[in-house]
Every structure is written in structure tokens, then in C-alpha cells.
């Protein structure tokens, strides 16, 4: 039986997490870019595995990954239809020891993201979602899917369940979810906070500051298949595609990831003016 799409995705970034691991068990090397965030030999020898594997899988599909992007400078992209890699997102949390780091591969349609897969390995898990449906799956510790299950949003509270960068949260942030009365804040590292809000363990995750869209591509398409939504501050869609030449042109404006339906992210956002009242847009 030939495989779908998604679980082809699902075996590649479950390998990529797996050299990630042996990598991280021998000791990862660190540098710093230009801009001052680490990267590793791990981000570089998970996306290179990757990128082999996608042009396997259909070599006519164009591949937008954070690393080569740096060097080679991005494909041309035409209908909008390519695939987005983060190797390692949260490179800051594996270089500090800690679980919330994944591996990012998002399939992008007509600007939207429509296949995603996110894999934690250090927590043995993995969230996949193909448009319609959400799953979460648990991991063996030899990098096997063992336990597949979906996942929905739950129906946001009165007393929001925030969720926030670990390593990237600015005062604008903080503001935000206050104004929108969060009640708890929970703290994660990487792409986790949107499987986090895809399988109801949170309900609003405002994100004012620089993401790319390698770094939220796989986990927003995993939240739109679970129920939820992602909106740019203004209210308008997050959509995935250059917006300009240059490195810039994968850069997200800010934007807020929501369980509960489009509508009602957008007339809270309206209602609340948060981007003109802020100058945050
Ligand atoms: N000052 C900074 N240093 C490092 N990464 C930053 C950053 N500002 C934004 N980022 C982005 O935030 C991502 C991590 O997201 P989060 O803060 O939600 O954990 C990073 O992805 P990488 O870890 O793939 O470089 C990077 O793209
Ligand atoms: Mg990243």
C-alpha cells in the first residue's frame, strides 16, 4: 500500500528527530548567525536529510528551509505551492538542554498550509494535520509512531488559557494578554505552543515580535486542522508565500493563533482594537 502524503512527511521528520537525539547524545556543536541566534551541526544535518527526503517524495515541489535559504538564497515559487522547513525550531531550548524543541516540515497550498507535521523528539511526540483532520501520536524511543490519536480544539473558556514564547516573549506580548483578561500563561519553546493549542491544552497564543514563516508554518497547519485559526493582528489571514525580495520575504508580521473559530478571533480583535491601540500591526 502506497503511503499519503502526510505519513511520508510523518516518517521523514520522525528521522530528522531521531539524528537530531544522536546528534544532541554526542554533543551538538553551536555558532552563532549574524543575527545572533545558535545554530547547530544538528539543524544543519536534520535539514539536509530533510530536504533529500522532500525531493524524493515529489522533486517538482519547490523547498523553502531556514538553513539553505541563508546561502543559496530562496527558489522561485510559483502558485504558491511549496514546502516550508524548520529542522529545528527552538535551537535555543535544545542548546540549553530542554524538551521543547521540533521539527518543522509544512506543506504549502495556494498560500495556505495544508499539510503539517511537528515533531518534539526529545518528548517522543509527534502532531500531524492534513487540512481536515488533527492527530496526535506518541513516539517509541526507537523513533516509531506507536499510538495515533485525534485531536480538537476545546471551546475557549471565559478566562483564556494564554501561551506564550519560552525564549521571545517582549513586554507587547505580555500587554496583549492582558488586555484580552488571560488568565494562566504557559511558557513553551518552538512551533509546540500551536499542537498545544491544537489539542485543547490552551486557548490564545499572541506572538508581537519576528517569527519566519519556517517557524510556524507546519504548527499553524496542524491548529487550522484541529478547529483553530491563526489571524495577523489587523484581523486578515496569515497566509505563506514571499510578500518581498530578499531574506525578509518569509518574515510573518505578527499575528494571534486562536482555538476557537475565525470569526470570533477577528471581532475580538476588531472590537479591541489591539492593533491600532498598540501600533503593533
Ligand atoms: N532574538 C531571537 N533569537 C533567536 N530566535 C529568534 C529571535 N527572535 C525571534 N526568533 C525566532 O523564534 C524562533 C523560536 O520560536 P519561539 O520563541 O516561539 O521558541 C526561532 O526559531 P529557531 O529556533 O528555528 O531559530 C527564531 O526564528
Ligand atoms: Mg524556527
Known amino acids: 500500500m502506497s503511503l499519503s502524503m502526510l505519513e511520508q512527511l510523518e516518517a521523514l521528520a520522525l528521522e530528522a528527530g531521531r ?11 553551536v555558532v552563532h548567525k549574524d543575527d545572533g541566534s545558535p545554530v547547530t551541526d544538528a539543524d544543519r544535518s536534520a535539514e539536509d ?7 524524493k517524495i515529489d522533486p517538482r515541489i519547490p523547498i523553502i528551509a531556514e538553513e539553505r535559504i541563508q546561502y543559496s538564497g530562496a527558489p522561485d515559487i510559483c502558485e ?38 511537528v515533531v518534539a523528539p526529545a518528548r517522543n511526540e509527534l502532531f500531524s494535520g492534513d487540512g481536515h483532520n488533527a492527530f496526535r501520536c506518541r513516539v517509541s524511543p526507537d523513533g516509531r509512531l506507536i499510538e495515533r490519536t485525534a485531536i480538537r480544539t476545546s471551546m475557549p473558556r471565559r478566562a483564556l488559557r494564554g501561551i506564550a514564547s519560552a525564549s521571545h516573549a517582549h513586554a507587547d506580548t505580555m500587554r496583549f494578554l492582558e488586555r484580552f483578561a488571560v488568565g494562566e500563561i504557559l511558557s513553551v519553546g518552538s512551533s509546540l505552543k500551536f499542537c498545544l493549542l491544537a489539542a485543547g491544552e490552551a486557548d490564545i497564543y499572541p506572538r508581537i515580535g519576528r517569527t519566519m514563516q519556517w517557524d510556524t508554518a507546519a504548527g499553524d497547519a496542524i491548529l487550522r486542522s484541529a478547529g ?20 525578509n520575504a518569509y518574515a510573518n508580521p505578527h499575528f494571534v493563533s486562536f482555538a476557537g473559530q475565525t470569526a470570533f478571533l477577528r471581532s475580538m480583535l476588531l472590537s479591541h482594537e489591539a492593533s491600532a491601540a498598540t501600533g503593533m500591526a
Not at 539524528?19 to 556543536?29: K, T, V
Not at 536529510?49 to 525531493?55: A, K, N, T, Y
Open 19 to 29: 539524528m537530531i537525539l544522536d546528534i544532541r547524545e554526542r554533543g551538538a556543536s
Open 49 to 55: 536529510l530533510i530536504v533529500r527526503g522532500l525531493e
Open 228 to 247: 483553530g485559526c491563526t489571524l495577523r493582528l489587523d484581523g486578515q489571514p496569515l497566509n505563506y508565500g514571499p510578500s518581498c525580495a530578499g531574506l
Open 80 to 117: 504558491q505551492t511549496f514546502f516550508l522547513v524548520d529542522p529545528l525550531d527552538g535551537t535555543k531550548e535544545f542548546v540549553q538542554g530542554r524538551t521543547d524543541f521540533t521539527v518543522n516540515i509544512c506543506l504549502v497550498e495556494c498560500g495556505l498550509p495544508r499539510l503539517g507535521v
